[in-house]
C-alpha cells in the first residue's frame, strides 16, 4: 500500500475575488492539477494514457471547504486513490494550512475514454498494473452526489470557445464552474460560510457548441444544469452554503 502523496501551493493574486479570499475555481484547479501531477509521477498519468489514445476524464466531483483561505496563505493538498473499478476510480484530497489544519476536502470519480471513439473503456487494467497505488484510507467525505433533476429559474447562453476546452478538446471543468458561479447574486458568493459544490459530467460539450446554462436558485443553495446544443442535460451540479 501507498502513502498520500502532498504538494504545496499558495493563494496568489489570480486566486482570489473581491473578498480576497481563494475561489472554488482556483482551489478546484489546484485540486485538479495535484491529480494530474500525481498521476503523472506514479505511470499512468495522461502522457502513457494518450499513446494508446486514451484519456483520464473527470466523471463526478464533489468539494467541501469549511472556509477560503486569504490572499498569500500556503497550503497543502494531500492526494490519494483509494479504489480503482471496471468502470470509476476514486481520488481523495484534503487541504490544510500552515499550521496543519484542514480547511478543506473533495473526492473524484475518473473514468477512462477512447479519444477517438469518445466513449468509456475499461479501467481494470490500471488497478492490476498500479495495485501498489493505492492507499488504505477512506473517503474524507461523502461521495459525490448525483443530481437528479434541474428546475432553472433562469437561463444564459454560452458559445464555447477556445479558452473553454481543455487537452481532452472538451469544456474544461473549472469552467462550467464558473459558469454557474457567474449566474448567483454577488452577495451570495461573499458569504463566509462553509461550502459544498457537486458535479456531475453525464457528457462532453465541445468547441462551438452553443451551451445552455440553468440556475435554480434557493435560499442558501443553487442547482445547475448545463445542455448544449439543445440536446438533454450534460452537465448537472448543486453549490449549497451550510
Same mark, same amino acid.
Given at each position: %500500500?501507498?502513502?498520500?502523496?502532498?504538494?504545496?501551493? $499558495?493563494?496568489?493574486?489570480?486566486?482570489?475575488? &473581491?473578498?480576497?479570499?481563494?475561489?472554488?475555481?482556483?482551489?478546484?484547479?489546484?485540486?485538479?492539477?495535484?491529480?494530474?501531477?500525481?498521476?503523472?509521477?506514479?505511470? &499512468?498519468?495522461?502522457?502513457?494514457?494518450?499513446?494508446?489514445?486514451?484519456?483520464?476524464?473527470?466523471?463526478?466531483?464533489?468539494?467541501?471547504?469549511?472556509?477560503?483561505?486569504?490572499?498569500?496563505?500556503?497550503?497543502?493538498?494531500?492526494?490519494?486513490? #483509494?479504489?480503482?473499478?471496471?468502470?470509476?476510480?476514486?481520488?481523495?484530497?484534503?487541504?490544510?494550512?500552515?499550521?496543519?489544519?484542514?480547511?478543506? $476536502?473533495?473526492?473524484?470519480?475518473?473514468?477512462?475514454?477512447?479519444?477517438?471513439?469518445?466513449?468509456?473503456v475499461d479501467l481494470s487494467w490500471v488497478g492490476e498494473a498500479h495495485a501498489d497505488a493505492l492507499?488504505?484510507?477512506? +473517503? +474524507?467525505?461523502?461521495? +459525490?452526489?448525483?443530481?437528479? #433533476?434541474? #428546475?432553472?429559474?433562469?437561463?444564459?447562453?454560452?458559445?464555447?470557445?477556445?479558452?473553454?476546452?481543455?487537452?481532452?478538446?472538451?469544456?474544461?471543468?473549472?469552467?462550467?464552474?464558473?459558469?454557474?458561479?457567474?449566474?448567483?447574486?454577488?452577495?451570495?458568493?461573499?458569504?463566509?460560510? +462553509?461550502?459544498?459544490?457537486?458535479?456531475?459530467?453525464?457528457?462532453?460539450?465541445?468547441?462551438?457548441? %452553443?451551451?445552455?446554462?440553468?440556475?435554480?436558485?434557493?435560499?442558501?443553495?443553487?442547482?445547475?444544469?448545463?445542455?448544449?446544443?439543445?440536446?438533454?442535460?450534460?452537465?448537472?451540479?448543486?453549490?449549497?452554503?451550510?
Amino acid at each position: %500500500m501507498a502513502e498520500k502523496s502532498r504538494y504545496n501551493y $499558495r493563494v496568489e493574486p489570480q486566486d482570489v475575488d &473581491f473578498t480576497l479570499r481563494a475561489t472554488i475555481p482556483s482551489l478546484g484547479r489546484s485540486i485538479l492539477n495535484t491529480a494530474g501531477v500525481d498521476a503523472y509521477g506514479k505511470g &499512468f498519468g495522461v502522457d502513457v494514457l494518450n499513446a494508446d489514445n486514451h484519456s483520464w476524464v473527470l466523471s463526478r466531483m464533489a468539494v467541501e471547504c469549511d472556509s477560503q483561505p486569504m490572499q498569500y496563505t500556503d497550503y497543502t493538498v494531500a492526494t490519494w486513490i #483509494s479504489d480503482y473499478g471496471r468502470v470509476l476510480s476514486t481520488r481523495n484530497f484534503t487541504l490544510t494550512d500552515g499550521a496543519g489544519r484542514e480547511f478543506g $476536502r473533495a473526492v473524484t470519480q475518473w473514468a477512462m475514454i477512447d479519444l477517438q471513439s469518445r466513449s468509456a473503456v475499461d479501467l481494470s487494467w490500471v488497478g492490476e498494473a498500479h495495485a501498489d497505488a493505492l492507499v488504505d484510507a477512506a +473517503p +474524507p467525505t461523502d461521495k +459525490p452526489r448525483k443530481i437528479r #433533476s434541474v #428546475s432553472p429559474t433562469a437561463t444564459v447562453e454560452h458559445r464555447v470557445v477556445y479558452s473553454d476546452i481543455d487537452f481532452n478538446r472538451h469544456v474544461n471543468t473549472m469552467r462550467y464552474i464558473e459558469m454557474m458561479l457567474d449566474m448567483l447574486p454577488v452577495d451570495m458568493l461573499a458569504w463566509e460560510a +462553509p461550502v459544498r459544490l457537486d458535479i456531475h459530467f453525464l457528457k462532453e460539450c465541445r468547441f462551438g457548441q %452553443m451551451l445552455t446554462v440553468g440556475c435554480e436558485l434557493r435560499e442558501r443553495s443553487a442547482l445547475f444544469e448545463i445542455s448544449g446544443d439543445g440536446a438533454a442535460a450534460a452537465v448537472r451540479a448543486s453549490i449549497e452554503w451550510k
